[in-house]
């Protein structure tokens, strides 16, 4: 079966950084397209970053030269580096694995918080 587990979130100030991690068990990150969604409140889930296997990434465009997603095969962990955090950032961040129409295939992990507030 299979387990997402984020963690790395917490309450930074505007234009703060943080870090986002994501351990994978039963499945391999370097097998899948990795992605980062995140959901505010009263808002649906959006997919704001994803990686290929061959290590191609996309963003959203409301974070595109902000954040960076990255995976270490080895520890099989996908990480999302957000830098120039804004309050409309403000969300809880998800992992998933992907399918080819960029969809979520397994069950959502609980998540980790993010807010971003002077």
């Known amino acids: 079966q299979v387990q997402l587990v984020e963690s790395g979130g917490g309450l930074v100030q505007p234009g703060g950084s943080l870090r986002l991690s994501c351990v994978a068990s039963?499945?391999?990150?370097?097998?899948?397209?990795m992605g980062w969604y995140r959901q505010a409140p009263g808002q649906l889930r959006e997919l704001v970053a994803r990686?290929?296997?061959?290590?191609?990434?996309n963003y959203a465009d409301s974070v595109k030269g902000r954040f960076t997603i990255s995976r270490d095969n080895a520890k099989n962990t996908v990480y999302l580096q957000m830098n120039t955090l804004k309050p409309e950032d403000t969300a809880v961040y998800y992992c998933?694995?992907?399918?080819?129409?960029?969809?979520?295939?397994?069950?959502w992990g609980q998540g980790t918080q993010v807010t971003v507030s002077s």
């Open positions: 039963g499945m391999g990150v370097a097998l899948n397209v």
């Open positions: 998933n694995a992907l399918n080819f129409r960029f969809e979520p295939l397994h069950s």
């Open positions: 990686i290929s296997s061959g290590l191609t990434t």
